[in-house]
C-alpha cells in the first residue's frame, strides 16, 4: 500500500534552515505529482509546494522564494528546503499525493 514518511521537522529560530524528507513507498514514484500542504490547529490545510512527475514546481504565495521542493526519483524522495523561517511558518508539515498523506512532521520557528 501507499506510504508517505516525513522527517526532518524540529525547532528553529527565526531565520533558520530546516530540510523535510517524504520518503515514499507502494506506488510508482516517479509517475506522480508529489505536494506539501501546512496545517495550524484550528485551521485547515495550507498549500506548500509541488512538484510534478516532469520536475515543475509550484508554491504557495506566502513562500516568496525562502523554499525550494525537490525530488529524487532513484530514491523515491521528496524534499523541502525551507530558509529565512519566520515565526509564522510554525505547523506540521504533510506530504501527499493523490488522495494519499503522510502522517506529518512539526515544524515550530521560535526563539
Known amino acids: 500500500q501507499v506510504q508517505l514518511v516525513e522527517s526532518g521537522g524540529g525547532l528553529v529560530q527565526p531565520g533558520g534552515s530546516l530540510r523535510l524528507s517524504c520518503v515514499t513507498s507502494g506506488f510508482d514514484f516517479r509517475l506522480y505529482e508529489m505536494l506539501w500542504f501546512r496545517q495550524v490547529p484550528g485551521k485547515g490545510r495550507e498549500f506548500v509546494a509541488s512538484?510534478?512527475?516532469?520536475?515543475?514546481?509550484k508554491y504557495g504565495d506566502f513562500v516568496k522564494g525562502r523554499f525550494i521542493v525537490s525530488r529524487d526519483n532513484a530514491k523515491n524522495t521528496m524534499s523541502l528546503q525551507m530558509n529565512s523561517l519566520k515565526s509564522e511558518d510554525t505547523a506540521r508539515y504533510y506530504c501527499?499525493?493523490?488522495?494519499?498523506w503522510g502522517q506529518g512532521t512539526q515544524v515550530t520557528v521560535s526563539s
Open positions: 512538484i510534478t512527475s516532469t520536475f515543475r514546481t
Open positions: 501527499r499525493t493523490g488522495v494519499n
